[in-house]
């Protein structure tokens, strides 16, 4: 089973600092990929990485997918209360389709 | 209506009982899955299908069985529930491999 390690579990801060999410894996996936999810709901995409080192940016969310493919991050800057909720990450596998998800970073942004 | 669908959103069964949890979408993505979610953990996938008869074990298959005789359908049976079992359920589906997979708003299961 591959598996994605994400940190840090919980991460609490004010309003319009800056704030960074790992996901790290001992395996190569296919593609990263980014959930958000909020209560009560399901995990909707945020963004998918697909290339060694390639970075993306949705306002101020920047994705980055490592160099070997291995591990990404997600940087939020001057964060806002809308941003709280659980973030995923998810490594999908080559062949089968399927996607391997981190346990989730829940992010809670104080006004 | 355009999606994917759950049913039932909540269920309350008693422990040793077969329940099954329902799951329709309309896009005919070839691949489909079934994750459980319990507090302090991201998803688990339970089992996938990538095609119509064809389904794979996940993560965590134990006490669970699923089947795809449609491409829209891909229901999930506990055969006897334990309280273990206590989550909430969601399925997902993705047309092609990178490509975002689309999950419905989730069973929230409780085994008593």
């Known amino acids: 089973t591959q598996l994605l390690e994400q940190s840090p579990q919980f991460l609490s801060i004010q309003e319009g600092e800056n704030l960074t999410v790992y996901c790290n894996s001992s395996s190569v996936f296919s593609s990263l990929q980014w959930y958000r999810q909020e209560p009560g709901e399901g995990p909707v995409l945020l963004v998918t990485v ?28 001057a964060a806002q209360p809308g941003d709280t909720g659980l973030y995923l990450c998810a ?15 829940t992010l809670t942004v104080k006004p | 209506d355009a999606g994917i669908t759950q049913s039932p959103r909540y269920k309350i069964t008693e422990t040793g009982r077969q329940v099954t949890l329902m799951c329709h979408q309309t896009w005919s ?59 909430v359920y969601f399925c997902a589906s993705r047309g092609q491999v990178n490509t975002e997979a689309f999950f419905g708003q989730g069973t929230r299961l409780t085994v008593v």
């Open chain 1, 91 to 105: 490594g999908v596998e080559w062949n089968a389709g399927k996607s391997t998800f981190g346990d989730g970073t």
């Open chain 1, 50 to 77: 697909v290339t060694g080192g390639e970075v993306k940016k949705l306002k101020r969310l920047t994705f980055q997918f490592g160099d070997a493919r291995k591990d990404s991050s997600l940087h939020i800057t």
């Open chain 2, 29 to 87: 993505h070839s691949y489909m899955f079934w994750y459980r979610q319990d507090l302090g953990h991201g998803l688990r996938l339970i089992y996938y299908s990538a095609a119509a008869d064809i389904t794979d074990k996940g993560e965590v298959p134990d006490g669970y069985v699923v089947s795809r005789s449609k491409t829209e359908n891909f229901p999930l049976t506990l055969e006897s529930a334990t309280r273990s079992q206590t989550s």
